[in-house]
């Protein structure tokens, strides 16, 4: 069985300073994982995704994150933190025979100015 | 208007009574989903369609039924709601191995 562990439920980040939000995976096989945004009363948005190929991966708004496979890693990063990052984010893993996805607990962003 | 849409967004019930929860998706995904949102979990699967009339029990099956006799719709009922189901229910779609599309979600309360 696959599991997602986000480690941190708050991350705190001052505007214009690095965003590090850190997710880990459990999979018997190299796993397709994603990054999806929430945000307050809307459903979830994708950020950015790996599937093969290149291990870092570039999505929208500025964010990226790298497959590390000795690791089980695959966090999410964004160089300067703007007020408009604030919302939840949630990491996914998804097994290559099937659709289905396992989420992590996810990560609420607050933004200070 | 293109997408997938969820009805009704807010929802207030009693314990005991059905509630069905409705999904509808424009772009002939093969793959649709329902998860339930809760503070500390993250989000759960359900149930999940692999196409019409195809469907596979998810995490967190138990007081929950889903149907699909159209590609573009899937329902979720609670036949006896319980306060244990207040939640936020996502629909998704999908038709490849990558991302799912979500909907905007319903937010149920059963009191």
């Known amino acids: 069985a696959q599991s997602v562990t986000q480690l941190g439920s708050h991350v705190s980040v001052s505007e214009g300073a690095l965003v590090l939000l850190r997710c880990n995976y459990s999979?018997?096989?190299?796993?397709?994982l994603f990054w999806y945004v929430q945000y307050p009363n809307q459903g979830l948005q994708l950020l950015l995704k790996?599937?093969?190929?290149?291990?870092l991966v570039k999505g929208i708004n500025g964010f990226e994150a790298e497959f590390k496979k000795s690791e089980t890693s695959f966090h999410l990063t964004k160089p300067s933190a703007h007020m408009s990052d604030a919302a939840e984010y949630f990491c996914a893993v998804s097994g290559r025979s099937g659709n289905k996805l396992t989420f992590g607990g996810g990560t609420r962003v607050l933004v200070k100015p | 208007d293109a997408g997938i849409t969820q009805s009704p967004r807010y929802k207030i019930t009693e314990t005991g009574r059905q509630v069905t929860l409705m999904c509808h998706q424009t772009?002939?995904?093969?793959?649709m989903f329902w998860y339930r949102q809760d503070l500390g979990h993250g989000l759960r699967l359900i149930y999940y369609s692999a196409a019409a009339d195809i469907t596979d029990k998810g995490e967190v099956p138990d007081g929950y039924v889903v149907s699909r006799s159209k590609t573009e719709n899937f329902p979720l009922t609670l036949e006896s709601a319980t306060r244990s189901q207040t939640s936020v229910y996502f629909c998704?779609?999908?038709?490849?191995?990558?991302?799912?599309?979500f909907g905007p979600g319903t937010r149920l309360t059963v009191t």
């Open positions: 772009w002939s995904h093969s793959y």
């Open positions: 790996y599937t093969t190929g290149a291990t």
């Open positions: 998704a779609s999908s038709e490849t191995h990558y991302e799912q599309y």
């Open positions: 999979s018997s096989v190299p796993p397709y």
